[in-house]
């Protein structure tokens, strides 16, 4: 089960950081990804992490804002997303799943979704 935490409401330019647990098992050998759905709009691809080495991946709006990492010893992958805007006013989704390099932005890749935590950010 994964549980996704710290949404909130920030005011433009500030920061969250965002947390996603795996309740009785482990991210080993998955890749854990970021999705996140507007009001009104699709979900997209915000950003992914490889649990093995590490190697991530960013939506072209949040490259240079939000860092994605994981804590191995925490079984735990946190978003730190930084200088926050209107337009990333959302609800995030974490998910897990195993694809292929070129197809990690695909939510139809994933196959674990955490509940959604709602980021609003005020102008």
């Known amino acids: 089960q994964l549980q996704a935490s710290g949404g909130g409401l920030v005011q433009a330019g500030g920061s969250l950081r965002l947390s996603c647990a795996a309740s009785g098992s482990t991210f080993s050998g998955y890749t854990v990804a970021w999705f996140r759905q507007p009001p009104g709009k699709e979900r997209e691809f915000v950003s992914a992490i490889r649990w093995s080495g590490g190697s991530t991946s960013y939506g072209d709006s949040v490259k240079g804002r939000f860092t994605i990492s994981r804590d191995i010893a925490k079984n735990t992958v946190f978003l730190q997303m930084n200088n926050l805007k209107p337009e990333d006013t959302a609800d995030y989704y974490c998910?897990?799943?195993?694809?292929?390099?070129?197809?990690?932005?695909?939510?139809?890749?994933?196959?674990?979704w955490g509940q959604g935590t709602l980021v609003t950010v005020s102008s």
């Open positions: 998910a897990v799943g195993r694809p292929i390099t070129s197809a990690v932005r695909y939510d139809q890749m994933y196959y674990y």
